[in-house]
C-alpha cells in the first residue's frame, strides 16, 4: 500500500492513496496553519477508530440488524515537550441496539489483538530515506 502526499502551501498538504481519495491536512493556526484540514494526530485517532470499526462490524455482521448506532471517540493524551506523540489512546465505542455486551467486548477485543492494522501499526519501526533533486541523500 502507497500513499502519496503533496504539500499544497502553507502548513497544508494533501494525501492520495491506492484507493484513489483525497484527504487533507493541515496545522492549526497556533501551527503556522490556516486550519483548512484535519491535522495529522487527528487522521491518526481517525484512522484508529476507522479500522477498528470496520473490523468490529465484521465481526458483528450477524447481529448488525439488530445495531442502530456505533460510535468510536478516540481520546489521545500527548507528551508536552516535543514531539508531542501519543503516551495513551482512550477508545470509547457507544453502540445503541438489541445486542450482548460480551458479544461487542469480543469483536472489539479481536478487532485490536488480532485485526486493526492501525493499531498494530503504531508499535512499527519508521525508516526514513531522503531524495534530494533526483538523488539519494
Not at 468490529?56 to 448506532?69: A, D, F, N, S, Y
Not at 508531542?84 to 479481536?110: C, H, M, Q, Y
Request: glycine residues 12%; proline residues 2%.
Amino acid at each position: 500500500m502507497k500513499v502519496t502526499t503533496t504539500w499544497t502551501g502553507g502548513r497544508a498538504f494533501e494525501s492520495i492513496g491506492d484507493s484513489g481519495y483525497a484527504t487533507y491536512m493541515d496545522a492549526t493556526e497556533a501551527y503556522g496553519g490556516l486550519g483548512k484540514g484535519a491535522t495529522p494526530t487527528e487522521m491518526l485517532l481517525g484512522s484508529l477508530a476507522g479500522c477498528i470499526g470496520i473490523d468490529v462490524t465484521m465481526i458483528l455482521r450477524p447481529h448488525l440488524e439488530k445495531i442502530t448506532k456505533i460510535e468510536i471517540i478516540t481520546d489521545g493524551t500527548r507528551k508536552e515537550e516535543a514531539p508531542k506523540g501519543f503516551t495513551a489512546i482512550e477508545v470509547t465505542f457507544i453502540v445503541d441496539g438489541d445486542i450482548d455486551s460480551k458479544k461487542v467486548w469480543r469483536a472489539i477485543n479481536l478487532g485490536e489483538e488480532k485485526y486493526c492494522s492501525v493499531s498494530d501499526s503504531l508499535k512499527a519501526k519508521i525508516d526514513f530515506k531522503l531524495i534530494l533533486n533526483g538523488e539519494e541523500s
